[in-house]
């Protein structure tokens, strides 16, 4: 038994076209799983089947009729499960097809995209790019909830600056996922904090670096070492800058503690 993703284009609109289109993949013992429309005016459907010869069926027949184009017909992709689930496409860089592109208001598609992403086992990198209160911390908490799993930050800004140099218990899981802010790594002065931090590279785990550009200046890591980058903006032409974000860390270094406000444990 199969899983296939079905993408077509309504060539003549007429009423009962869906309706006719899920009856030839019934009487071909192909079963829908869920439908949506999905970007331009496309429909996509994911299917099973219990021999694939019936797809190639359904495929033959479709391109007999004048209602419909059938687009694609391949195996699931992650990106092909997440447009049926929410009606859309995300949007991928077309020179750098491992980076994805999110605004604020789709924080939930966002999420839903990290969630299974964790939810999948062994060594994954994912780097996220954006300026301060876009959602970036947030968003990887929650797509850690919904994934089920239990996240550790390795170094954070999200309460006080979070520089952690050990951990302790079931801390260490490969199930865990694990999070690091670039710029509060980089800038760390701790040398067991990126021992630490090499030492969680090297774990089959998923591991998240906020300001990955950031991070892998003065390391032994680039660019090329991350599975996924994950850009988010507030708004389409937000430029990504990290001169604002250097001062910001800058001042919580100092912070209204003369230098006392960071853990560091």
Known sequence: ????YVEYEIQINRPGLLGDIASLLGMLRVNIITINGVDGGHRGMLVRTENDDQIKRFELIASTMETIQVKKIREPKLRDILAVRHGRYIQRDIDDRKTFRFLRSELGILVDFMAELFKQDG???IGIRGMPRVGKTESVVAASVCANKKWIFLSSTMIKQTVRSTLAGDEFSKDNIFILDG????????????????????MPS???VEHPD??????EYDMEDFDYIIELRTDIDQEITYEM???NHMMSDTGPMGGFGNFNF
């Open 123 to 125: 060594h994954k990198l």
């Open 214 to 219: 950031m991070f892998v200046q003065h390391s």
């Open 1 to 4: 038994m199969g899983e296939w």
């Open 206 to 208: 998923i591991k998240v």
């Open 245 to 247: 974000m250097e001062k």
């Open 183 to 202: 710029i509060v790594s980089r800038k760390s002065g701790d040398e067991r904090h990126m021992q630490l931090v090499r030492e969680m590279m090297g």
